[in-house]
T-cell receptor, first 118, second 111 residues
Framework: GAGVSQSPSNKVTEKGKDVELRCDPISGHTALYWYRQSLGQGLEFLIYFQGNSAPDKSGLPSDRFSAERTGGSVSTLTIQRTQQEDSAVYLC????????????????FGAGSRLTVL | GQSLEQPSEVTAVEGAIVQINCTYQTSGFYGLSWYQQHDGGAPTFLSYNALDGLEETGRFSSFLSRSDSYGYLLLQELQMKDSASYFCAVRDMDSNYQLIWGAGTKLIIKP
């Protein structure tokens, strides 16, 4: 697609429920990132996929968080047994690989999924 | 470890020039990037410095000095629409080539 698409744009859920957030990256982008951003705060890295390499999961805050990327394209971030502290905007970004302006240094972000846990 | 530091908030007047600094500590990196984020919006790419020196794109310029571990974003002829948060980021060789992000600088522009 023309841009990074995320769904849902807004999700309100009850504490303890599971949620799935979807990211459809730009076609041809091999790198995909998930970030979390609380109101007025910076970007908190969650997970990074690059091509067929094993994902870097070092940013996932707990084992309730998991993510997968199928066929090197669409990615799903799953949060199990949601807690109120999980409330945030979840941002997905994609990029090409390699260096330089057209490469991995230029991330295109989706509009985000705003998660509210009651 | 790797870290980037930037001021949390900068205030400037419409029409003026403002500089947002970014200092970093990382063992090796591929260059410095800047992103803009308006309230409620997603970050958007502004500029990238692979080499030392100044990169200019319209009213925005970005500078990098590897020897000083320092960079800055310069915004000229400030407009109210430039009110946003600005993030610097570096791609770190030691972190699986991930982007390491600063905490962001909120730019407040007064008429």
């Amino acid at each position: 697609g023309a841009g990074v698409s995320q769904s849902p744009s807004n999700k309100v859920t009850e504490k303890g429920k599971d949620v799935e957030l979807r990211c459809d990256p730009i076609s041809g982008h091999t790198a995909l990132y998930w970030y979390r951003q609380s109101l007025g705060q910076g970007l908190e890295f969650l997970i990074y996929f690059q091509g067929n390499s094993a994902p870097d999961k070092s940013g996932l805050p707990s084992d309730r968080f998991s993510a997968e990327r199928t066929g090197g394209s669409v990615s799903t971030l799953t949060i199990q047994r949601t807690q109120q502290e999980d409330s945030a905007v979840y941002l997905c970004a994609s990029s090409f690989a390699g260096q330089g302006r057209s490469g991995a240094n230029v991330l295109t972000f989706g509009a985000g999924s705003r998660l509210t846990v009651l | 470890g790797q870290s980037l530091e930037q001021p949390s908030e900068v205030t400037a007047v419409e029409g003026a020039i403002v500089q947002i600094n970014c200092t970093y500590q990382t063992s090796g990196f591929y260059g410095l990037s800047w992103y803009q984020q308006h309230d409620g919006g997603a970050p958007t790419f502004l500029s990238y410095n692979a080499l030392d020196g100044l990169e200019e794109t319209g009213r925005f310029s970005s500078f990098l000095s590897r020897s000083d571990s320092y960079g800055y974003l310069l915004l000229q002829e400030l407009q109210m629409k430039d009110s946003a948060s600005y993030f610097c980021a570096v791609r770190d060789m030691d972190s699986n080539y991930q982007l390491i992000w600063g905490a962001g600088t909120k730019l407040i522009i007064k008429p």
